[in-house]
Nanobody
């Protein structure tokens, strides 16, 4: 069973940057798709980005973060990252890493937020 532990959240001013980390264990890296999903109070859960397994490491991003966020994985250290630049007051949320990008892994343009395994999340706050 995969275990996921996020870190790196915090408070930053608008326009600033943060890098989130997700330490993975329990299964070899690369055998499952892995994603960042965020949940803000009063808003629907949003799939931020996915890094595929079956599609050769192809990535997908939500329109709201395209050009600002970058997902990556360090397979040697079993860690997933989310580099977040140009943060805005629309970005605050609890950011979770999670597995199995249903829809995207089978060739679709995006992925469902019905993930199989979830981390507990890390809080991101942006002040204006």
């Amino acid at each position: 069973q995969v275990q996921l532990v996020e870190s790196g959240g915090g408070s930053v001013q608008a326009g600033g940057s943060l890098r989130l980390s997700c330490a993975t264990s329990g299964s070899p890296a690369g055998v499952y798709a892995i994603a960042w999903v965020r949940q803000a109070p009063g808003k629907e859960r949003e799939g931020v980005s996915c890094l595929s397994s079956s599609r050769g490491g192809t990535t997908v991003y939500a329109d709201s973060v395209k050009g600002r966020f970058t997902i990556s994985r360090d397979a040697a250290n079993n860690t997933l990252y989310l580099q977040m630049n140009s943060l805005t007051p629309e970005d605050p949320a609890v950011y979770h890493c999670a597995t199995d990008c249903i829809g995207f892994e089978s060739g679709g343009p995006s992925f469902s937020t019905r993930m199989r395994v979830w981390g507990r999340g890390t809080q991101v706050t942006v002040s204006s």
